[in-house]
Nanobody, 115 residues
Framework: QVRFVESGGEAVQPGGSLRLSCVGSAPNFSDLPLAWYRQAPGKEREWVAGILNTGNTVYKDAVKGRFTISRDDAKTTMYLQMNSLEVDDTGVYYC?????????WGQGTQVTVSS
């Protein structure tokens, strides 16, 4: 079963930028539709952005124009470039297949946006 390891989260001020990385273990990584998800304090985990094996992308309205999802299948790695960060972007960010179904979740990476 595919497993992912997320990294790159840290504390930043509003308006700042971060680049998250997600390394996957699946041998068929390049065939997988993937997505970033996040869980804000006290809230359920939500979908943020997705990318197909074709490279087509889709975003949650709240992050359109600020976040960019990408993938490097040769490195079995997916990225999330986050610009113009807002306080509401705070949360633990996870990557997984899309939809996640019964997939195993990694530890996630903490993003904190605060002044």
């Amino acid at each position: 079963q595919v497993r992912f390891v997320e990294s790159g989260g840290e504390a930043v001020q509003p308006g700042g930028s971060l680049r998250l990385s997600c390394v996957g273990s699946a041998p068929n990584f390049s065939d997988l539709p993937l997505a970033w998800y996040r869980q804000a304090p006290g809230k359920e985990r939500e979908w943020v952005a997705g990318i197909l094996n074709t490279g087509n992308t889709v975003y949650k309205d709240a992050v359109k124009g600020r976040f960019t999802i990408s993938r490097d299948d040769a490195k079995t790695t997916m990225y999330l470039q986050m610009n113009s960060l807002e306080v509401d972007d705070t949360g633990v960010y996870y990557c997984n297949v899309a939809p996640p179904g019964a997939a195993v979740w990694g530890q996630g990476t903490q993003v904190t946006v605060s002044s």
